[in-house]
């Protein structure tokens, strides 16, 4: 564990939107093999990058009739009952994003390093505020929207493998007015990162992991 490399929860907390901002470029290794990438169509919010198509299994797109056909949960999921004793010191952040599709928004964590999927937690709040580790304090300022998915997972958010330049990416990043209205990097404590994601109502969510490069993916049903 690298505790003793953490960023700074505090600062991090208070980060806002960085809707005008792109992410400072980090060492990333190449790509062995391209992903497929989804054929809807996207936006972003002025400021945000597009991203990188991340495919994913069943990507929603309107029926022929033009409506949305529905996915996903609204109660908490974990990727095993033991997700919390499966990190990987082979991973760390290289990027955040989220886009605007026609059935859904995404929000992509994208991991540089050789590591598989760590262990993950989501949990959905019908409140803009949970409580952040380590602080064991409610989160503050509150995230923009009325509800929100509490994200965790078993990886470091910055680069601090020996040797290697710490992660100076975006902490937050956002697309107003949309299903998914903020995701910022909360902390990170014994190994797993904790991030907060704004959603403007309570929405179902679905999760799945993407290789080359490792990515966890979170899209919110919007149709």
Do not use: K
């Amino acid at each position: 564990m690298r505790t003793g490399r953490l960023v700074a929860a505090a600062a991090l907390a208070t980060a806002t939107l960085a809707a005008a901002c792109s992410p400072s470029p980090v060492a990333s290794p190449s790509p062995s093999a391209s992903t497929t990438a989804s054929s809807t169509p996207q936006t972003t919010a002025p400021g945000i990058p597009s991203p990188t198509p991340t495919g994913g299994p069943n990507s929603p797109e309107p029926t022929a009739s033009g409506t949305c056909e529905a996915f996903g949960t609204t109660t908490a999921t974990t990727s095993s009952s033991e997700w919390a004793a499966h990190l990987s010191s082979d991973l760390w952040g290289a990027d955040m994003r989220v886009g605007r599709h026609d059935c859904y928004d995404r929000w992509v964590f994208e991991f540089a390093g050789d590591g598989g999927e760590p262990g993950w937690s989501v949990t959905p709040h019908d409140a803009s505020a949970f409580v952040v580790d380590p602080s064991g304090e409610m989160l503050a300022p509150v995230l923009f929207g009325t509800a929100s998915l509490e994200v965790s997972f078993g990886a470091w958010y910055d680069g601090t493998p020996l040797g290697e330049d710490p992660y100076l990416g975006v902490s937050g990043t956002g697309l107003l007015g949309g299903g998914i209205t903020e995701a910022r990097i909360l902390s990170g404590f014994e190994g797993i990162t904790q991030v907060g994601i704004g959603l403007d109502e309570v929405r179902p969510y679905r999760v799945f992991w993407l290789d080359d490069p490792g990515r966890l993916v979170i899209d919110v049903f919007t149709g």
